[in-house]
């Protein structure tokens, strides 16, 4: 029974769940036809009203649209939306992941300036710093973020920004972003984080001091493997500003018919989040009792060396898991060869599970002493938990394991 001590005052809105804000977040019903599902704006450019009205527009003066390159009102309700499960300001949704990076290091650095990053950065990502805007006479420091003595080791003067991925590709390292955050504060640089893995529903990292979140929305976001898409979110209107500019200009604008089929995606977002989360505990379990696997990586064990810090900074342990086989690569060849239902494909985030040899795949690119460094033996692999029934993955599980006995 309801006392009226308990009762809510009076206007009071309680802050809507993640399962509403994935819903309805920026996604009000049309207001010229009453359509429910947002309508797609396939078109290139905008009318004005006026001569006048054109020249505001462009001034910055009037709010509205001016050209699909610079916004568009599906693409619009598809940042609104992420942007209300980041708890930021406004979003910016690119054509893909690495358009989110590179948009991010374009607007951000200049010649002379450093970043810190996460060794295990997603491979592109390293790969991009460490090729290409050397060029242009940025340096770049790769260190295992979860280690705090050594980010602020590698931290410089000229040092601008520090760029995180937590938990980390492939190896499920966490990065303290409340801590790794004080610490960019302290030494004037900004912090961008990659929250891909983890997605808005298990993390937040502009509430834990962050600067800068982003996606590749091609895997948890949209969640079906059928698109292509990123998205970045900031707290500052100002430095949010400065984003859209650097995205205006490199042109990697996501086209509306993507966001639209995003925003479809999205809308599950929570509820695919639970149900591969549950699936990924227990069989994370299950290659923990396995005599093949040398050691496993997910933060949702109490063997992970980080595991209070997920409890601590996460709202769940996530989905993906890496395990290490005794066998080294033969044996993930012979795993990897007898499953029947997981699909050997790289990616994650999407409905259906899928499994990966992350040192001759997605970090392929990075040298020997670097796979070494970041903790990426031979005998790695990486497995991205579906929806699928969690009875017949463990089956499937068992039965590439038996290959190995």
Known sequence: MTTKNSDPPAGYAPEPGVDTLAIHAGQAPDPLTGAVAPPIYQTSTFAFDTPAQGARRFA????????????????????DCVAALEHGTEGLATATGMAAVCTVLFSLLRSGDHVVATGTLYGPSRLVLENDFARFGVGSTFVDTGDLDAVERAFRPETKLLFLETPANPTL?????????????????LVAVDNTFASPVLQRPLDHGAQITLHSTTKHINGHSDVVGGVIVAR????????????????????????????????????????????????????????????????????????????????????????????????????????????????????????????????????????????ITAGLVRLAVGCESVDDLAADLERGLSALA
Request: proline share 6%; net charge positive.
């Open 236 to 375: 500052d209107p100002a430095l949010l500003k400065t984003l859209r500019r650097g995205r205006t200009y490199l042109g990697g604008t996501m086209d509306p018919h993507q966001s639209w089929l995003t925003l479809r995606g999205l809308k599950t977002l929570p509820m695919r989040i639970r149900t591969s989360q549950e699936s990924a505990i227990r069989l994370a379990r299950q290659l923990e009792a396995q005599p093949a696997v040398a050691r496993v990586f997910y933060p949702g064990l109490p063997s992970h060396p980080q595991f209070e810090l997920a409890r601590r900074q996460m709202d769940g342990p996530g989905s993906v898991i890496a395990f290490e086989l005794k066998g080294g690569y033969d044996a993930g060849v012979t795993l990897l060869e007898s499953l029947q239902l997981m699909t050997l494909a790289v990616s994650l985030g999407g409905v259906e599970t899928l499994i990966e040899h992350p040192a001759s795949m997605t970090h392929a690119g990075l040298g020997t002493a670097d796979l070494a460094a970041c903790g």
């Open 173 to 189: 390292r966490l990065a303290d972003l409340a801590a790794c955050s004080a610490l960019a504060a302290r030494r004037g640089a």
């Open 60 to 79: 910055g003066t009037e709010a509205g649209y001016i050209y699909t390159r610079i916004d568009n009102p599906t693409t619009r309700m598809l940042e």
